[in-house]
């Protein structure tokens, strides 16, 4: 079986006003993160959906980046080699995101940004 998508971000020039805007479209609960500059998006959907987040695009230079999908690995370093050998590339190290898990972000052949996300064991 495959690994699955848990979580997509939105990255956005106005991050308030896209939050804004799917809250009042979809009746999305967002949970607003102002020290990290992110909003956490629940769809809740009956069941079913994804849950993601809205965070300010980078302003360095960086590709324009309209949606990232992070898929779930119970270790992050056999992905990262797969990855490169397959011809992607990492962008972002393993950095860890306090008490939820840990993120890797590459891109792949066609410079595409995705995430590899690793949950923090539950207690």
């Not at 965070?55 to 949606?67: E, F, K, R, V």
Request: proline share 8%; with cysteine.
């Amino acid at each position: 079986m495959g690994q699955p998508v848990v979580h997509w971000e939105l990255w956005s020039q106005n991050p308030a006003a896209v939050a804004k805007f799917y809250q009042e479209i979809f009746a999305w609960k967002i949970e607003d993160y102002p020290l990290m500059n992110y909003r956490i998006v629940h769809t809740e959907g009956g069941g079913m959906g994804i849950d993601g987040g809205i965070m300010q695009a980078p302003h360095d230079g960086s590709p324009s980046i309209n949606l990232t999908c992070y898929i779930a690995v119970d270790d992050l370093a056999p992905y990262r080699d797969k990855i490169v050998a397959a011809g992607g590339k990492i962008c972002v190290e393993e950095k860890p995101v306090p008490g939820m898990g840990t993120l890797a972000l590459f891109t792949d052949p066609d410079g595409r940004m995705m995430g590899l996300w690793k949950p923090e064991k539950q207690k």
